[in-house]
T-cell receptor
Framework: DAGITQSPRHKVTETGTPVTLRCHQT?????MYWYRQDPGHGLRLIHY???????DKGEVSDGYSVSRSKTEDFLLTLESATSSQTSVYFC??????????????FGQGTRLTVV | DQQVKQNSPSLSVQEGRISILNCDYT??????FLWYKKYPAEGPTFLIS?????DKNEDGRFTVFLNKSAKHLSLHIVPSQPGDSAVYFC?????????????FGKGTKLSVIP
C-alpha cells in the first residue's frame, strides 16, 4: 500500500469553526490532491498541489484553502465550516501529473460532519 | 452538467457469472479512462485503465472496452467473485499536463452473490 495517512479519520465540528485536515505521504510523490465524496456526486476535486508551495483550484474549491510547505504534507482548511461541507474527504498522491503516466493512490478518507 | 455518467447505481450478479459495468461520457476532450474500486471505509484503488487510442484493455479477469463514437466504456469482470463486491467508479482525464484532474462518475455498487 502507498504510504498515505489522513488525519483525523473522523471529525465532528460546529458550523462556523475552522477545520484543518492533514494528508501525509511517505512516497515522495510530487503531486497531491484533495477530493470530496458525496452521495450522488462521486468524487470531486477540491484543490491539488504540483510541488511545495505550488497549488491550484479544482472543481469545488469555494470555501476551502490548502497549503503545502513540505513535500510530504498537504493541508486542507475549511476557514468557516458549513453544513454543506459535511462529506468524506480523500487525499490522493501521484508521481506524475498526467493520468496516462501513473496511477493516483488514495488515502483512507476523513469523515467530516458539520453540525 | 455531469460529464461522466454511471447510470446504474447498483448491480447484482451471481458468483461465476459476468459483471458488466457501464459508463458514458460527454466531454470529447477526455483521452484517458480509468476504473477505481472502493470498499467501505477505504479509499478508492486503481483497477484498470484505457487510452482513447485503444478499444480494449485486459488485465486478468478485468477487461475494459471503449467505444469512442458512442462515448461509452464498460468494465467486464469474468468470472465474478464475492470479493469483487464493492463500489466501482469510472473516471476520465483530459490529459492536461501538470494536473491529474480526474472527473468521476457517481459509482455503481456491485454485489456478487455466492
Amino acid at each position: 500500500d502507498a504510504g498515505i495517512t489522513q488525519s483525523p479519520r473522523h471529525k465532528v465540528t460546529e458550523t462556523g469553526t475552522p477545520v484543518t485536515l492533514r494528508c501525509h505521504q511517505t512516497e515522495n510523490h510530487r503531486y497531491m490532491y484533495w477530493y470530496r465524496q458525496d452521495p450522488g456526486h462521486g468524487l470531486r476535486l477540491i484543490h491539488y498541489s504540483y510541488g511545495v508551495k505550488d497549488t491550484d483550484k479544482g472543481e469545488v474549491s469555494d470555501g476551502y484553502s490548502v497549503s503545502r510547505s513540505k513535500t510530504e504534507d498537504f493541508l486542507l482548511t475549511l476557514e468557516s465550516a458549513t453544513s454543506s461541507q459535511t462529506s468524506v474527504y480523500f487525499c490522493a498522491i501521484s508521481e506524475s501529473g498526467r493520468a496516462t503516466n501513473t496511477e493516483a493512490f488514495f488515502g483512507q478518507g476523513t469523515r467530516l460532519t458539520v453540525v | 452538467d455531469q460529464q461522466v455518467k454511471q447510470n446504474s447505481p447498483s448491480l447484482s450478479v451471481q458468483e461465476g457469472r459476468i459483471s458488466i459495468l457501464n459508463c458514458d461520457y460527454t466531454n470529447s476532450m477526455f483521452d484517458y479512462f480509468l476504473w477505481y474500486k472502493k470498499y467501505p471505509a477505504e479509499g478508492p484503488t486503481f483497477l484498470i485503465s484505457i487510452s482513447s487510442i485503444k478499444d480494449k484493455n485486459e488485465d486478468g479477469r478485468f477487461t475494459v472496452f471503449l467505444n469512442k463514437s458512442a462515448k461509452h466504456l464498460s468494465l467486464h469482470i469474468v468470472p465474478s467473485q464475492p470479493g469483487d463486491s464493492a463500489v466501482y467508479f469510472c473516471a476520465a482525464s483530459a490529459g492536461r499536463a501538470g494536473s491529474y484532474q480526474l472527473t468521476f462518475g457517481k459509482g455503481t455498487k456491485l454485489s456478487v452473490i455466492p
